[in-house]
T-cell receptor, first 114, second 114 residues
Framework: NAGVTQTPKFRVLKTGQSMTLLCAQD?????MYWYRQDPGMGLRLIHY???????AKGEVPDGYNVSRLKKQNFLLGLESAAPSQTSVYFC?????????????FGSGTRLTVV | AQSVTQLGSHVSVSEGALVLLRCNYS??????LFWYVQYPNQGLQLLLK??????LVKGINGFEAEFKKSETSFHLTKPSAHMSDAAEYFC????????????FGSGTRLQVQP
């Protein structure tokens, strides 16, 4: 089924550990986004990409890095996890000029940092 | 820059009563507006979207929203609440230029009393 797939779905990390979250889409979308969701704060943009090989910072980029080496994949990395990065992470994508069709979201990754 | 304000982090209604969830936005360019619903421990589901066509937008599950440019509002309504409507609702704004990222409000949790 076409869509956005996030892996893993759940993860528990110890403070200082590193990990990479993978977002994969099979719709040939140009734009991809990483959000984090925290109670009472809605979803906040971490990083985004407007095409293969490009990345840019969103509103809350500190402590995260991203890469988009292939058009279909957008990776979010945590180099040294902190308890403040405990959150639910969502990936989304959209095609250029296709806001009429809306965004496609992944099902989320629940990350706990202890 | 764009922003969204959702008035009321918690709204409680009786089953069968009118649901009104408020959303005001700020955007320097013509906005695209979205309402999403999130059930506990689930991802985001699109309820409806405004994409510069009709100002009254009908969505799934009996919800609708009206775009009022003069009031910069996009309030979500449903004539008669059902127990299954209990969830968190997010209003979001985007533009079809630049990074095309969604900017979310902080969310409104809807409680439906029997």
């Amino acid at each position: 089924n076409a869509g956005v797939t996030q892996t893993p779905k759940f993860r528990v990390l110890k403070t200082g550990q590193s990990m990479t979250l993978l977002c994969a889409q099979d719709m040939n979308h140009e734009y991809m986004y990483w959000y984090r969701q925290d109670p009472g704060m809605g979803l906040r943009l971490i990083h985004y990409s407007v095409g293969e090989g490009t990345t840019a910072k969103g509103e809350v980029p500190d402590g995260y890095n991203v890469s988009r080496l292939k058009k279909q994949n957008f990776l979010l990395g945590l180099e040294s996890a902190a308890p403040s990065q405990t959150s639910v992470y969502f990936c989304a994508s959209i095609q250029t000029g296709a806001l009429n069709y809306g965004y496609t979201f992944g099902s989320g990754t629940r990350l706990t940092v202890v | 820059a764009q922003s969204v304000t959702q008035l009321g982090s918690h709204v409680s209604v009786s089953e069968g009563a009118l649901v009104l969830l408020r959303c005001n936005y700020s955007s320097s360019v013509p906005p695209y507006l979205f309402w999403y619903v999130q059930y506990p421990n689930q991802g985001l589901q699109l309820l409806l979207k405004y994409t510069s066509a009709a100002t009254l937008v009908k969505g799934i599950n009996g919800f609708e929203a009206e775009f009022k440019k003069s009031e910069t509002s996009f309030h979500l309504t449903k004539p008669s609440a059902h127990m299954s409507d209990a969830a968190e609702y997010f209003c979001a704004v985007a533009s079809d230029t630049g990074r095309r990222a969604l900017t979310f409000g902080s969310g409104t949790r809807l409680q439906v009393q029997p």
